[in-house]
């Protein structure tokens, strides 16, 4: 399609845009828009768009301008409130790593050394009858080991525990 | 929540100066009241499906105040404003066409076939609708744009994000097209007219 722009489109479309068009158009800007095409396709197609935007205009149900107004005050609100969560929810997810990372040392190092302090469970069924001094974890002294390594590894799975528990809470 | 009960200015600091709206209540009301109808129009008849431009036009209206701009628009004066909320409801046009989805004859609001126009309404309804089916969305988003509601090239580009050399030839086109479409629409109405 070859472009070809007429040099009084401008005249013309200024014309349509101050409703001039056609009671106050001059005889001689008249007859060049019967016989240029690209004026005429400008006249016909601009008519009948602002024919169509009269109507539509006129027909459009007009909704309520306060009602929209406080939906939009709620969502910026929660918008606000969600960015000033965002580091809130860093933080979480980094305790929740450092703490899986705690775990798997832990795990690593046991690997290494043997689970040797498990032994005192294997005990627990050849134990009749069952003493509450069986349910102490012997091995657990005679293996070397002591509470000083029991007691954060505890401590440990309780915080996961409950970062856990808390994000599945605040999803909810 | 847990967190408001730990730090209790969290949410009554920024988030709360954040969440002020660039506009008061009366002023919204009145740049809605006076916006809405050729914004509606707008989308009603590129999108050709009025319940759709109700639900756009809301959320064009909710974007624009939640938007972080608007103060600057606003400093420009109400048509800059405008501009700025055409410019959205393009987008929001844009990336409904970007999802397409089947619809139902059942999903098509019952006045939309009331026949409640005037004959020259009718008239006008007849011939441009079925002509702007057949144009491509953007066309049709362009042909309003500057037939309808008079935008120049440089705020058609503004609106659409398109650049402002290639407005003036797609313009062209769709120009050219639509008035083709037209001139045969206008033949067959008046074919159908002289029917007995």
Not at chain 2, 105 to 123: K, N, T
Request: with cysteine; hydrophobic share 50%; proline share 5%.
């Amino acid at each position: 399609m070859i472009f070809s722009a007429c040099s009084r489109e401008n005249e013309v479309a200024e014309l349509l845009a101050r409703g001039h068009w056609p009671q106050a158009c001059a005889p001689e800007l008249r007859s060049h828009i019967e016989a240029c095409p690209a004026c005429s396709d400008l006249i016909l197609v601009t008519r009948a768009f602002q024919s169509a935007r009269a109507e539509a205009v006129s027909t459009a149900k007009g909704g309520s301008g306060g009602a929209l107004w406080w939906r939009a005050q709620l969502r910026r609100r929660n918008a606000a409130v969600e960015r000033a969560g965002r580091p809130i929810l860093g933080a979480q997810v980094f305790a929740l790593a450092v703490n899986l990372l705690l775990v798997a040392v832990f795990l690593v190092y046991q690997a290494r050394h043997g689970f040797n302090w498990l032994s005192w469970l294997e005990q627990l069924p050849q134990s009749q009858p069952i003493h509450f001094e069986v349910l102490w974890p012997s091995a657990l002294f005679t293996s070397g080991w002591s509470f000083t390594l029991l007691i954060p590894v505890l401590a440990t799975l309780a915080l996961v525990g409950g970062v856990a528990v808390y994000l599945v809470s605040e999803n909810q | 929540m847990l967190w408001e009960a730990i730090f209790p200015n969290v949410l009554t600091g920024d988030a709360t100066r954040a969440a002020e709206l660039p506009m008061d209540s009366d002023a919204f009301a009145g740049f809605y009241e006076r916006s809405a109808p050729s914004l509606w129009a707008y989308l009603a008849r590129v999108s050709g499906d009025p319940a759709l431009a109700d639900d756009l036009m809301q959320e064009s209206y909710l974007r624009f105040l939640c938007a972080s701009q608007p103060k600057l628009f606003l400093a420009d004066g109400e048509v800059a404003a405008r501009r700025y909320l055409f410019r959205i409801a393009t987008n929001l046009l844009r990336d409904h066409w970007r999802r397409p989805r089947a619809a139902s004859i059942e999903d098509v609001p019952e006045e939309f076939f009331a026949a409640s126009a005037s004959s020259a309404q009718a008239d006008s309804r007849a011939i441009l609708s079925p002509a702007l089916a057949l144009m491509r969305p953007k066309d049709r988003q362009l042909l309003w744009l500057a037939h309808a509601e008079g935008y120049s090239h440089r705020e058609i580009a503004e609106i659409t994000g398109l650049a402002t050399a290639s407005i003036r030839l797609l313009l062209f086109r769709a120009r050219r097209k639509i008035a083709r479409l037209l001139r045969e629409q206008n033949c067959q109405v008046s074919a159908q007219r002289r029917e007995p």
